[in-house]
């Protein structure tokens, strides 16, 4: 822990002038889980102390996998990184979402897309909601129900939504669910008070997506739902003002594990700038083949 702190502390200017840290040192043996989630909400505290009150610039992964060009000063700039080299469609990150979020049975706010290639190898890729830099679902809200928050979260205040779903027109990751059923009562962590964009009571005639459990970030000690759930590993939450992201099992170096794996983001040639990245099994497409995706 103390030395995760020194070198969160120790801000850097890089060659081209981006922000960066110092290097960890051995004893953090970050790839190795030595820190806790507790240990690392705790460290994700102190970073935003850090670097508080300072308009930063992300730091440069590679061509493929940079992320967009600004930050706020907030505490926090959330992202999502997940794994498909690890991913074998247990699905149990959409059911932790359902149940946690008291969402019906035909309703999910994570997709699983499948299929098999020509060599007989199966593939999946989980798509929640990408946490666009450049939210069209924002744009195009009639009633500005649709928000990013100051952490980087699309979120949705669903005592304003009308329900028009031109947002759900919008998205081009099919990341957006009408609410056509009464939700199922479920129990939150603690944090803002239920029926929040942070936790949606997800009301008949409005519209919902992922929400990043942004009522337990950073409000408890808890990773979201999905991340939590998930046996192998799949899904990293990730924080760039730390440079740190967990899965529940391990902890990583947050740019160098994008760099290193050459983490690419879904749909980039639209322009939206995702907060959420994927890494690639090998002969894997995002988004699959041209026919035979589920």
């Not at 981006?18 to 190795?32: A, C, F, H, I, W």
């Not at 909400?41 to 060009?69: D, N, T």
């Not at 329900?163 to 939700?183: L, Q, T």
């Not at 590993?233 to 994008?258: E, P, Q, W």
């Amino acid at each position: 822990m103390q030395g995760i702190n020194k070198a969160i502390k120790r801000l850097v200017i890089g060659p081209e002038g981006e922000l960066g840290l110092s290097p960890l040192t051995e004893s953090d043996v970050v790839k190795q889980g030595n820190l806790s989630r507790r240990n690392l909400l705790l460290s994700l505290g102190v970073a935003g102390v850090a670097a508080a009150g300072s308009a930063l610039s992300l730091i440069k992964y590679s061509e493929e996998a940079s992320a967009a060009a600004g930050l706020t000063s907030a505490d926090h700039q959330w992202c999502k990184i997940i794994d498909l080299r690890k991913c074998v469609g247990l699905r149990l990150c959409v059911t932790s979402c359902q149940t946690r979020h008291g969402l019906p049975a035909d309703q999910t706010w994570i997709r699983v897309l499948s299929w098999e290639s020509d060599d007989g190898k199966k593939h999946f890729q989980p798509v929640p909601c990408q946490m666009c830099e450049n939210p069209p679902c924002v744009a195009v809200c009639p009633v500005s129900a649709t928000f990013k928050n100051p952490q980087g979260i699309i979120l949705t205040d669903q005592d304003l939504c009308i329900g028009s779903r031109a947002c759900m027109a919008a998205c081009p990751y099919e990341a957006r669910y009408f609410n056509w059923d009464k939700s199922i009562p479920a129990t939150k962590m603690p944090g803002p008070a239920h029926n929040t964009p942070e936790f949606p009571a997800n009301q008949i005639g409005t519209v919902g997506q992922c929400v990043l459990c942004a009522d337990r970030m950073p409000f408890s000690k808890e990773l979201p739902s999905c991340v939590e759930a998930c046996p192998n590993g799949v899904l990293y939450i990730g924080d760039f003002i730390s440079d740190v992201a967990v899965n529940g099992k391990v902890t990583v170096r947050l740019s160098t594990f994008l760099k290193e794996n050459n983490a690419v983001r879904f749909k980039e040639e639209l322009g939206t700038s995702p907060r959420t990245f994927y890494i690639l099994k090998e002969g894997q497409p995002l988004g699959g083949p041209v026919g035979g995706v589920k």
